[in-house]
C-alpha cells in the first residue's frame, strides 16, 4: 500500500512540476498579438511628434541608422518594437515600412512601463 502511495505522489509532482514549467515558459514569452498601425522613428515621433506620410522619408533614413523604432498602435498606443534574438529579419524588414502603415505580428511585453513587441511578420496594408 505504501508503494502505491509513493508512486501517487511522484506522479502529482511530476504532473505539478510539468505544468509550473509551462507556465513559467508561457509567462516569458508574453502575449502573442497582432496589430495595425504605423511604424514610427521614435527619436522624432518622441522628440518633436513626427509620423505620418510626410515624414516617411526621414523615419526610414533614421531607423536604419539605428534610431529607436516603434509602432503608433490605431488606439493610439505606442509600442517599442525590438528584434528577436533568434530570428531578427522581421525586424529588418519593419524598417522598410518606416513612415507607413503595417499590420506587425509579435510577442508583446511590458517593463518599467515601456509597452513593447519583438517582431515576428509585418506586411504593408
Known amino acids: 500500500m505504501r508503494s502505491k502511495k509513493s508512486l501517487v505522489v511522484v506522479v502529482l ?11 513559467i515558459q508561457a509567462e516569458d514569452e508574453g502575449e502573442k498579438m497582432t496589430v495595425q498601425g504605423e511604424i514610427l522613428d521614435m527619436a522624432c515621433y518622441v522628440g518633436h511628434g513626427a509620423k505620418g506620410a510626410e515624414h516617411a522619408k526621414c523615419a526610414k533614413t533614421c531607423v536604419k541608422g539605428g534610431q529607436p523604432m516603434g509602432l503608433l498602435a490605431k488606439d493610439g498606443t505606442v509600442y517599442l518594437l525590438y528584434a528577436s534574438h533568434e530570428e531578427g529579419t522581421p525586424f529588418q524588414e519593419a524598417k522598410e515600412f518606416a513612415g507607413q502603415q503595417v499590420e506587425l505580428s509579435g510577442v508583446m511585453a511590458t517593463k518599467a512601463g515601456i509597452k513593447g513587441i519583438e517582431v515576428r511578420a509585418v506586411k504593408a496594408l
Open 13 to 23: 509532482a511530476a504532473f505539478l512540476a510539468a505544468g509550473l514549467s509551462l507556465a
